[in-house]
């Protein structure tokens, strides 16, 4: 691997990850869940969120928007139920300690549920709900981001987050059926990087500030906004995750308090042992994989499962290593000599 | 409302339809509910699910796919969670326990999940979900139908059912937020409607037999397949609700056991109440509503919440009347002769 230039082993970027933020005065076990959690992503092939996010949250650190030594703690748990305080530092190890809980409550009592409040960015919802899978439970994680960029279906003007919604049962082997998604139809990201490039938007991804449809990437930035998938259900999906994920959380609706930065999350277990042997869940689960690679057309595309090309990326990048693009080598160089860090694998 | 031919009060037809189930032998208070949820599906505007399903739950009958005189039943209920029996009869009072069920056990533990096994077709998710938001909880419900008429994204052949999802939340007033979606693009009754009209279906709803797209919509009969809604997340979230409420349920995805009817089904409830006061949820719901109303273009069309067209046309409708077409009325009229029922208010 460190023959290869700009290819680095997922170990050497956690590590790299690891530096960057225990120099911000991170603790050791929040350090190592964020930097496990970005390269994750990477491993999974959504560079998006990956080891690029580090200029994002640095810039909150800075803005005072991120308490880098936070700790999320458990405000209650009784029952099935369960909330945890992110306390405004990073969202990735609350939405993890919300995992672990609420995995341990649907244990004990069959189905549970846990909302996290004060959290900033919770990063990738496959990873949470992929856990629970691991569990033998079925995990459903929706969040709402507390930025107006997306209209709803029908709208002229920016509403709403790109609110994910996630969705994983376990699988065979040790691939889960993991569903994650935005319920924007392009990412904000995609937008920038056309604009950048001087590309041009796939049609009814976007609309300008007078709410008409819109190919120009510009648009967004100057009061246009992203549309929602799929016309009014993908939007209403984004509406329920609004609301839902925002109130129950505190962080509240962007439509209503747009901090430009915050997550509200929800996460949902269901143990399957109650209902079905789990090893019957899973030959199941492989009986439908092996029927819908089946309906491949003679000439056409390989057809996957949710979360099947995750799972082969992963497999890849664990032995071919993660490619991390120089642009965003230096980037991450400027972080970490403002806080002086060393990164010699980047030099 | 008598003297206006084709419109009938909702009392009427739930009449109407009680005389009908009761004539096939089933009890007074199953009748009373499947009579309540398909008319109160004709008040909200959904036709599809409405008094025109008599003729398809009475060919079941006589192929002894459901039995009329059964009774559902709790199987188990312990902590968060519940097993329903349906006993292959009507689907509507299955769910109906199903959904008190897991009310209550919310109301204990916090958050509950109640699974639906032995069903037939439980009819539109929306009544049952709106039904746990009024108890001021949030409810998600999904089910696979066990006939594969959908092809997953990229695929060449049906797999699917059209598996629906559904989502509703206390709203402001008498109105909830309620999403109620099939994850196919577009309604298999409305390719068969086009088909006897002679008419072609929207592009990017249908394949033919080979997997190509098509508009014909006698495609659909020849071996063809409808599509899913939003391309792959349409298509993912199809494909988890197949696998999970089929395996869940014991009802199998269609693509292991093509029966061709029947309904797995999951309910969950989050007591909203644990995390927030029930008026402040309310309150962040009517404020959500209002900015959502302000995204509508100066000449746009209105923007509306998921449930609020249905609550509209329900208000209407409860008073004005609910039109049954001729045809409707005549094919209703077939299976009362052949029960030996009389319905005077169609005749």
Same mark, same amino acid.
């Given at each position: 691997? =460190?023959?290869?230039?700009?290819?680095?082993?997922?170990?050497?970027?956690?590590?790299?990850?690891?530096?960057?933020?225990?120099?911000?005065?991170?603790?050791?076990?929040?350090?190592?869940?964020?930097?496990?959690?970005?390269?994750?992503?990477?491993?999974?092939?959504?560079?998006?969120?990956?080891?690029?996010? %580090?200029?994002?949250?640095?810039?909150?650190?800075?803005?005072?928007?991120?308490?880098?030594?936070?700790?999320? =703690?458990?405000? /209650?748990?009784?029952?099935? =139920?369960?909330?945890?305080?992110?306390? /405004?530092?990073?969202?990735?190890?609350?939405?993890?300690?919300?995992?672990?809980?609420?995995?341990?409550?649907?244990?004990?009592? @069959? *189905?549970?549920?846990?909302?996290? @409040?004060? =959290?900033?960015?919770?990063?990738?919802?496959?990873?949470?709900?992929?856990?629970?899978?691991?569990?033998?439970?079925?995990?459903?994680?929706?969040?709402?981001?507390?930025?107006?960029?997306?209209?709803?279906?029908?709208?002229?003007?920016?509403?709403?987050?790109?609110?994910?919604?996630? /969705?994983?049962?376990?699988?065979?082997?040790?691939?889960? *059926?993991?569903?994650?998604?935005?319920?924007?139809?392009?990412?904000?990201?995609?937008?920038?990087?056309?604009?950048?490039?001087?590309?041009?938007?796939?049609?009814?991804?976007? %609309?300008?500030?007078?709410?008409?449809?819109? *190919?120009?990437? #510009?648009?967004?930035? #100057? @009061?246009?906004?992203?549309?929602?998938?799929?016309?009014?259900?993908?939007?209403?999906?984004?509406?329920?995750?609004?609301?839902?994920?925002?109130?129950?959380?505190?962080?509240?609706?962007?439509?209503?308090?747009? *901090?430009?930065?915050?997550?509200?999350?929800?996460?949902?277990?269901?143990?399957?042992?109650?209902?079905?042997?789990?090893?019957?869940?899973?030959? %199941?689960?492989?009986?439908?994989?092996?029927?819908?690679?089946?309906?491949?057309?003679?000439?056409?595309?390989?057809?996957?499962?949710?979360?099947?090309?995750?799972?082969?990326?992963?497999?890849?990048?664990?032995?071919?290593?993660?490619?991390?693009?120089?642009?965003?080598?230096?980037?991450?160089?400027?972080?970490?000599?403002?806080?002086?860090?060393?990164?010699?694998?980047?030099?």
């Amino acid at each position: 691997l =460190s023959d290869t230039p700009n290819i680095f082993s997922a170990a050497t970027l956690e590590k790299i990850v690891s530096r960057v933020f225990r120099a911000m005065g991170t603790p050791q076990d929040i350090t190592d869940q964020v930097s496990h959690s970005l390269i994750l992503s990477n491993l999974v092939g959504h560079d998006s969120h990956g080891i690029i996010r %580090i200029m994002e949250y640095y810039g909150w650190v800075k803005s005072f928007d991120l308490n880098p030594i936070a700790t999320p =703690s458990i405000s /209650w748990s009784r029952g099935s =139920s369960a909330f945890i305080d992110g306390a /405004w530092g990073f969202g990735q190890p609350a939405a993890m300690l919300a995992t672990r809980e609420v995995i341990s409550l649907a244990k004990n009592t @069959g *189905t549970a549920s846990v909302v996290i @409040g004060r =959290s900033n960015h919770v990063g990738r919802l496959g990873e949470y709900v992929n856990e629970i899978a691991n569990h033998g439970m079925l995990g459903i994680s929706f969040c709402n981001a507390a930025a107006t960029i997306v209209a709803p279906y029908g709208g002229a003007k920016p509403l709403m987050g790109t609110n994910p919604f996630a /969705w994983a049962i376990p699988g065979t082997g040790e691939m889960n *059926t993991v569903l994650d998604f935005s319920t924007a139809l392009i990412a904000a990201g995609k937008v920038i990087h056309a604009a950048m490039s001087g590309e041009i938007i796939q049609s009814g991804a976007l %609309i300008d500030k007078d709410g008409n449809p819109s *190919t120009n990437p #510009n648009d967004l930035q #100057n @009061g246009g906004a992203l549309l929602p998938f799929g016309e009014h259900k993908g939007s209403g999906l984004s509406v329920l995750i609004d609301v839902a994920a925002g109130a129950l959380s505190g962080v509240l609706p962007a439509a209503i308090e747009n *901090t430009g930065h915050g997550n509200g999350t929800v996460i949902i277990a269901m143990d399957i042992s109650n209902y079905v042997k789990i090893d019957i869940f899973k030959n %199941i689960a492989e009986a439908f994989l092996v029927a819908l690679h089946s309906t491949k057309a003679i000439d056409g595309p390989e057809v996957l499962m949710p979360g099947e090309l995750e799972f082969r990326t992963k497999t890849l990048r664990e032995k071919a290593g993660i490619h991390v693009s120089r642009g965003v080598q230096e980037n991450i160089l400027i972080v970490a000599r403002e806080l002086g860090v060393e990164i010699p694998e980047f030099d």
